[in-house]
């Protein structure tokens, strides 16, 4: 009944060896200490036993705070809904599933409609085999708005007795719920596009596509090694071409009829918007951000980091599943992803821990490369790292602007030691070759956390506790004269515009949006160009690449839709400045 994770998370609670002089924190760190959303009693270098590979006193992989499960505690559940549930499911992977009703009773008292509330009971009775139980708070969850797929997705291995059920099994028979998760789309080019699906059980699956005038079709398969997820690539696609798709089992379509938009061929001048946030926990008031941004017309949305919030440093197992499978049943998240391709990273709270650094190694600890494999298994990218070094970086191009997503954890060393790196040689080589050779007119590097020091003062899990590396990329842009960057980030629980002055080359824009559904906000910091934190938001970027002088116009766009603020930077502002004054 408990799973590997459950042993793994004990190693939490112990505290590191050793502990670096504490930095000063600032206000809002210190309220959310007192809360246990973020940061322990004492910030400095931290980490569980089995980091410390030599007598130097630093672990190779760690964290700027307490090794400790404080996300997790009550007074932090009490505010923030992201962690109820998580904390409710700890106990029952923990082998308390008593423990588990009682702190969801006690929700339900104050909100008799949460849905969540039920789904933990109904896991919680599954597990003590009092099943009667665990039905009726199943009915209870799916009267109170919760999509049936929630209970086939599982985690399957905690609601298995529920499942094997017979009044279980006739009740899901009736249902049409074969596609629990997706579509979503992703690694869309001019001539294909990939369409992922999780399914209620192993089967083969059809995507069907249409412009009008010709059909296209591929067929894949979900397995329960990929966690019942597969996904299928079709092919001979035309660029800048609306497509209608829906998918199929045993012939029948099982989806709705959802549309999307080919990019033009690569290099061609143009129009065209996109997407970008961060910072998404769990809240279901909030979760209609999810049909805003599908409201635009985007040809891609970026995810980057803290997407599910996680912070267990294990093996998946039912923990990291029930994280992933609240957000992707929601019916808000499933027209969004499967009308916009979805192209994410992750940040430190889905990789493993708060300002968690990984290592530099591929397969230590042990936990880190299945759990990359469970985020290739949750999204739908055009690829996970390199071959020998698996991660979550990659680049894609639409029309004229190319797109670098970076991996900031899973090769980051530890930032208390002069040999530090936030992106590992392999990735670092990968973003520098790409950018000296891209052709495009915009260059977008998006990090999950800000480039600019005064985004978040004093702190070294941004770039300013890699400050050699960030100077080395800036340089080399400079010195190969590479125009056209343009910087994005999140991480912070708010959205803004910063300038990055330059001596020796031109000015970069960082443009920040991590506040996507938090109800946790971070307030502004001096010298933003502009910052907004009063609702959940999300940055939309038009490229106008057909101008005598090409254009991107940043907007914050609140999940109401209102507009908030706006910027424009032209080409001629992002061009290396040449001897003699020129551009």
Wanted: with cysteine; proline share 6%; aromatic share 12%.
């Amino acid at each position: 009944m408990i799973s590997d994770a459950a042993k793994l998370i004990a190693v939490m609670v112990l505290l590191a060896a050793c502990t670096a002089t504490p930095r000063q924190m600032d206000s809002e760190e210190l309220a959310a200490r007192e809360v246990g959303n973020t940061g322990g009693l004492n910030y400095g270098e931290f980490g569980p036993p089995d980091a410390y590979e030599d007598d130097s006193g630093h672990p190779y992989y760690g964290s700027e705070n307490q090794w400790s499960r404080r996300m997790f505690e009550e007074r932090a559940a009490n505010l923030y809904y992201k962690r109820r549930g998580q904390r409710q499911m700890l106990e029952i992977i923990d082998g308390k599933p008593e423990v588990a009703l009682q702190l969801a009773d006690a929700r339900l008292a104050d909100d008799p409609a949460d849905a969540e509330s039920q789904f933990v009971r109904s896991v919680a009775f599954a597990q003590l085999g009092e099943l009667d139980e665990s039905w009726q708070a199943m009915q209870l969850a799916l009267q109170s708005g919760m999509p049936f797929g929630r209970f086939l997705a599982g985690p399957r291995d905690l609601l298995e007795p529920l499942h094997r059920s017979a009044r279980f099994q006739q009740f899901a028979a009736q249902q049409e719920a074969t596609i629990i998760h997706g579509p979503m789309l992703g690694d869309v080019t001019e001539s294909s596009v990939r369409v992922w699906v999780r399914s209620s059980r192993p089967t083969d699956f059809t995507v069907r596509l249409d412009d009008g005038e010709s059909s296209f079709e591929a067929t894949s398969r979900t397995t329960p090694e990929a966690d019942y997820t597969g996904v299928a690539r079709v092919s001979g696609l035309q660029p800048d071409t609306v497509y209608s798709y829906d998918v199929s089992v045993d012939g029948e379509p099982v989806t709705g009829r959802y549309h999307f938009r080919t990019p033009p061929l690569a290099g061609t001048t143009g129009v065209l918007q996109v997407g970008f946030g961060g910072c998404a926990g769990y809240t279901p008031e909030n979760e209609r951000v999810w049909d805003t941004i599908a409201s635009h017309d985007l040809r891609a949305f970026l995810f980057l980091g803290d997407n599910v919030y996680i912070d267990v440093p294990a093996k998946p197992g039912a923990f990291h599943e029930y994280s992933y499978y609240r957000r992707q049943s929601r019916p808000e998240f499933r027209r969004m992803v499967s009308a916009i391709p979805q192209y994410a990273i992750w940040d430190d709270h889905d990789a493993a821990f708060d300002d968690i650094w990984l290592g530099p190694y591929v397969d230590r600890p042990a936990w880190k490369q299945p759990m990359v494999e469970s985020f290739r298994q949750n999204w739908n990218n055009p690829s996970y790292g390199s071959d020998t070094h698996p991660g979550t970086w990659f680049s894609f191009v639409l029309g004229d602007v190319e797109f670098f997503m970076l991996d900031g954890r899973t090769y980051r060393t530890n930032p208390f030691i002069d040999d530090r790196t936030m992106l590992g040689p392999e990735q670092k080589a990968w973003l520098l070759d790409g950018l000296s050779k891209s052709t495009a007119t915009f260059k977008v590097i998006a990090s999950p956390v800000a480039w600019a020091d005064r985004a978040k003062p004093g702190s070294i899990d941004t770039w300013s506790g890699f400050p050699e590396e960030r100077e080395q990329l800036f340089s080399h842009i400079e010195t190969q004269g590479v125009h056209g960057v343009i910087l994005l980030s999140s991480d912070r629980h708010r959205s803004e515009a910063w300038r990055i002055e330059r001596d020796s080359g031109y000015p970069f824009y960082e443009l920040l949006s991590g506040q996507l559904t938090n109800i946790h906000t971070h307030p502004p910091e001096q010298g933003a160009l502009f910052s907004y934190n009063a609702k959940d938001s999300f940055g939309v970027l038009t490229f106008d690449t057909d101008r005598a002088d090409p254009q991107v116009t940043y907007e914050i766009r609140s999940i109401d839709n209102e507009r908030i603020e706006s910027l424009v930077v032209k080409l001629s502002e992002l061009r290396q400045q040449k001897p003699g004054g020129s551009k």
